[in-house]
């Protein structure tokens, strides 16, 4: 089955250091066309670099909620899930990102 998929991603800051997200999917399945899942976001930039340093980098903290809009597999009603085209669950993930850039190389932790 042939599948193809299309993603609008929206993202804007709140404040200088807060920023929102969102994401919406489109699948198209050789037998289905439809809205695929979506997720809500937050990043905070919980340790900003307000002056040079050699060593400190910066930190990020961020959350993002998946959002079940689309059939998934548990509860298709079509022949061989033409239908299911979302994981069917809430989702929410959070995690952390230190970054830190010098003249030639980069590195995230």
């Known amino acids: 089955m042939r599948s193809t998929s299309a993603r609008i991603d929206w993202s804007g800051l709140i404040t200088d250091r807060l920023q929102a997200s969102a994401t919406?999917?489109?699948?198209?399945?050789?037998?289905a066309t439809s809205l695929g899942d979506g997720a809500l976001g937050l990043a905070y930039e919980a340790w900003p670099?307000?002056?040079?340093?050699e060593w400190r980098?910066?930190?990020y903290v961020?959350?993002?909620?998946s959002l079940p809009l689309a059939h998934s597999i548990y509860d298709s009603t079509t022949p061989g899930l033409a239908d299911a085209v979302g994981a069917g669950v809430f989702r929410l993930t959070a995690g952390a990102l230190l970054l830190k850039s010098w003249t030639?190389?980069?590195?995230?932790?």
């Open 49 to 53: 670099e307000w002056s040079y340093s």
């Open 24 to 31: 919406a999917t489109w699948v198209n399945k050789s037998l």
């Open 57 to 59: 980098p910066r930190g």
């Open 104 to 109: 030639l190389w980069d590195v995230a932790l």
């Open 62 to 65: 961020f959350t993002q909620l």
